[in-house]
């Protein structure tokens, strides 16, 4: 039976292509994580098809939230709150999630909280480890956001710098499609990048002159990398360009996170997103270890977009009390509190 002392929060996730839902226990212990992946179906195009990942949205919302509560072993009853990914992201999937959650609250009469998908990213560290608190540092790198952010508390961020224009997930999506590598595409080229030890290409360091970051340069040197030696009918090494390509997204994001760290002087870093899932970038954050800095890296199932870390982000506005009304819309453009532009 629930303790009357504990939060229990129902979160609702479709962004992209996954339908999830879970519930989450005072928003750190998952109960439940149920996730539908489109994978397969997206995998015939090449990438995400907006109208095909809204129509299996609609499909499999309800199943999803029914399965989250019954491997939860709890009713609506039991629910205190209902959180739901109010943006970023595709706005005809954000739309399936958010008029779901409405209709449910307005059923039940229990409260609506709308979620930024990037805070939700962060808070899937608090599911991995439950004594983290604020404030540290954290380097996101979602599929739409990259950046390098002081987390000063639950609901208060500093960006200390970003990407001007591409994000590092869209960038490995991108490379992995003119590779010719199966979507999606990041997972493909962390293991590609794994099967080349001595990389030969030197693509250049995707921090620019102000602190941020920039992929599109990065992006346009590994097409055309690709293009001339193609045109001068010579065979590339696919391994070796995955693996110089990963040095450079990875690098300079890592060196500009420790600089920030430094100057920040937290001794906690957290990393966060669906790119804090690659290898290379979990390796070498973890050296910081050995400068007497605590890591906390998500697992793995959590880094993905998922409804757990929206719960969790759910039971700290829950907390405040900071709900929404049945007015609520979908948000597709939706930053980071704290972003401020680029100078």
């Known amino acids: 039976m629930k303790n009357t002392s504990d939060i229990y929060i129902l979160g609702i996730e479709s962004s992209c292509d996954e339908t999830a839902a879970s519930v989450v226990k005072n928003g750190r212990e998952i109960l439940s994580n149920v996730v539908l992946s489109q994978i397969d179906i997206h995998k015939l195009y090449g990438g995400v098809v907006p109208e095909i990942?809204?129509?299996?949205?609609?499909?499999?919302?309800?199943?999803?939230?029914?399965?989250?509560?019954?491997?939860?072993?709890?009713?609506?009853?039991?629910?205190?709150?209902?959180?739901?990914?109010?943006?970023a992201g595709l706005v005809g999937a954000l739309l399936v999630g958010v008029s779901f959650a409405k209709g449910l609250c307005q059923a039940t009469k229990?409260?609506?909280?709308?979620?930024?998908?990037?805070?939700?990213?962060?808070?899937?560290?608090?599911?991995?480890?439950?004594?983290?608190?604020?404030?540290?540092?954290?380097?996101?790198?979602?599929?739409g956001h990259t950046a390098v952010v002081k987390v000063v508390d639950y609901d208060s961020y500093e960006v200390l710098c970003s990407t001007v224009d591409d994000a590092v997930g869209e960038a490995f999506d991108k490379v992995a499609r003119v590779l010719g590598l199966p979507y999606p595409g990041g997972p493909q080229i962390d293991k590609l990048a794994q099967t080349c030890n001595e990389p030969t290409y030197k693509f250049h360091s995707v921090v620019i002159s102000n602190g941020n970051f920039s992929y599109s340069g990065l992006k346009t040197a590994v097409i055309n990398t690709l293009h001339n030696a193609d045109q001068k009918g010579i065979v590339v090494d696919k391994a070796d360009i995955a693996k110089s390509f990963?040095?450079?997204?990875?690098?300079?994001?890592?060196?500009?996170?420790?600089?920030?760290?430094?100057?920040?002087?937290?001794?906690?870093?957290?990393?966060?997103?669906?790119?804090?899932?690659?290898?290379?970038?979990?390796?070498?954050?973890?050296?910081?270890?050995?400068?007497?800095?605590?890591?906390?890296?998500?697992?793995?199932?959590?880094?993905?977009?998922n409804a757990a870390m929206i719960a969790s982000r759910g039971y700290y506005m829950f907390k405040k009390g900071q709900f929404a009304d049945l007015s609520l819309n979908a948000c597709p453009t939706m930053k980071l509190r704290g972003e401020k532009p680029h100078r």
């Open 246 to 305: 990963t040095l450079a997204a990875i690098d300079g994001l890592v060196d500009r996170l420790w600089q920030e760290t430094q100057a920040s002087g937290l001794k906690t870093v957290a990393i966060a997103g669906g790119v804090g899932a690659n290898s290379y970038l979990r390796s070498r954050v973890a050296e910081f270890e050995q400068r007497g800095i605590t890591v906390c890296m998500p697992k793995l199932s959590l880094c993905g977009d």
């Open 110 to 143: 229990l409260p609506l909280i709308a979620v930024n998908h990037i805070e939700g990213h962060i808070c899937a560290n608090y599911l991995t480890y439950p004594n983290l608190e604020p404030p540290y540092m954290c380097l996101l790198t979602s599929g």
């Open 53 to 87: 990942a809204s129509r299996n949205h609609v499909e499999a919302v309800d199943k999803v939230v029914a399965e989250a509560l019954s491997q939860a072993n709890v009713t609506l009853a039991d629910i205190d709150a209902i959180a739901v990914t109010q943006g």
